[in-house]
Nanobody, 121 residues
Framework: QVQLVESGGGLVQAGGSLRLTCAAS????????MGWYRQAPGKQRELVAV???????NYADSVKGRFTISRDNAKNMVFLQMNSLKPEDAAVYYC???????????????WGQGTQVTVSS
């Protein structure tokens, strides 16, 4: 079994900061891309940021310059530092990781349960 557990969400005022953490655990052989997605009420889930195992990152245009994704390969963790938060950043944030499980030879996507981010204006 593989689990992704997020933490760090909460309520923050506009202009404030939050740091999200996601830890992957279980029968993991290797983790490839890791990323963060978000879904606001009535909207589709969208990519926020993704980072490769080698550290190459990509961001949605709406968060460039404000959010920073990073990872710790040794601990199978990914982080999202969110600065200058805006009300439109409010959503449930989901961690995603491409993981190769023990006994398999390919990568499969896994999702966390989500963590709520609320930004007050």
């Amino acid at each position: 079994q593989v689990q992704l557990v997020e933490s760090g969400g909460g309520l923050v005022q506009a202009g404030g900061s939050l740091r999200l953490t996601c830890a992957a655990s279980g029968s993991i052989v290797s983790v490839n891309d890791m990323g963060w997605y978000r879904q606001a009420p009535g909207k589709q889930r969208e990519l926020v940021a993704v980072i490769s195992r080698g550290g190459i990152s990509n961001y949605a245009d709406s968060v460039k310059g404000r959010f920073t994704i990073s990872r710790d390969n040794a601990k199978n963790m990914v982080f999202l530092q969110m600065n200058s938060l805006k009300p439109e950043d409010a959503a449930v944030y989901y961690c995603n990781a491409q993981i190769r499980r023990l006994g398999t030879f390919s990568y499969s996507p896994y999702w966390g349960q989500g963590t709520q981010v609320t930004v007050s204006s």
